[in-house]
Nanobody, 118 residues
Framework: QVQLVESGGGLVQAGGSLRLSCAASRSIFSFNTMGWYRQAPGKQRELVASITSGGSTNSADSVKGRFTISRDNAKNTVHLQMNSLKPEDTAVYYC????????????WGQGTQVTVSS
């Protein structure tokens, strides 16, 4: 059983920064991709940013230049540095770990609330 524990959410004013962390219960090298998704009220869950086991990153256009995803392999942790936050970034942020290939297996954290006030 894989556990993903998120931390770092909270309330911040527009223009501020937050750093989310996701600690995995096993080596993050066992996952092909790790990422952050978010879901705002009344909207579908969307990919924010992802990082592969090889270190390649991908991010949504809406956060490019503001959010950075990184990984600390020694601590089995993935971070999402969020700068220049906007009210539209308000959502529950979920950590995801995925095994891909012949089959796909997704693991999710419990979510952490990020609220950006205007």
């Amino acid at each position: 059983q894989v556990q993903l524990v998120e931390s770092g959410g909270g309330l911040v004013q527009a223009g501020g920064s937050l750093r989310l962390s996701c600690a995995a219960s096993r080596s993050i090298f066992s996952f092909n991709t790790m990422g952050w998704y978010r879901q705002a009220p009344g909207k579908q869950r969307e990919l924010v940013a992802s990082i592969t086991s090889g270190g390649s990153t991908n991010s949504a256009d809406s956060v490019k230049g503001r959010f950075t995803i990184s990984r600390d392999n020694a601590k089995n942790t993935v971070h999402l540095q969020m700068n220049s936050l906007k009210p539209e970034d308000t959502a529950v942020y979920y950590c995801n770990a995925a095994v891909t290939g012949y089959y796909r297996a997704d693991y999710w954290g419990q979510g952490t609330q990020v609220t950006v006030s205007s």
